[in-house]
């Protein structure tokens, strides 16, 4: 059974910065896509930007892109997201997903995961 679990989310001040990771546990993950997603209040859950585990290529959201980079460490089976010169529209939960199979869905459409982690609330203040 896979298992991710996030951690590092928290209360910061705008322009700050934080670093979310995502502990995997219950396969080898080195075929795997891992993603993060977030979703604020009343919206939808969106894409935040995805990195395949085995050669550590990143593609990340317009809306991030410049501020927010995707990182592995494949000896401890995590994926890190560092977060920087966050504003308040930044404020959301975040999840964290591994999309293990080949999927019609892109690998930006949270349909595309098999798997998620229960989440971190992240809350950027003005």
């Known amino acids: 059974q896979v298992q991710l679990v996030e951690s590092g989310g928290g209360l910061v001040r705008a322009g700050g910065s934080l670093r979310l990771s995502c502990a995997a546990s219950?396969?080898?993950?080195?075929?795997?896509?891992m993603g993060w997603f977030r979703q604020a209040p009343g919206k939808e859950r969106e894409f935040v930007g995805h990195?395949?585990?085995?050669?550590?290529?990143?593609y990340y959201a317009d809306s991030v892109k410049g501020r927010f980079a995707i990182s592995r460490d494949n000896a401890k089976n995590t994926v890190y997201l560092q977060m920087n010169s966050l504003k308040p529209e930044d404020t959301a939960v975040y999840s964290c997903?591994?999309?293990?199979?080949?999927?019609?869905?892109?690998?930006?459409?949270?349909?595309?995961?098999?798997?998620w982690g229960q989440g971190t609330q992240v809350t950027v203040s003005t």
């Open positions: 990195i395949v585990w085995s050669d550590g290529r990143t």
């Open positions: 997903a591994a999309r293990a199979s080949v999927s019609r869905w892109s690998a930006t459409n949270l349909r595309g995961y098999d798997y």
């Open positions: 219950g396969r080898t993950f080195s075929s795997y896509v």
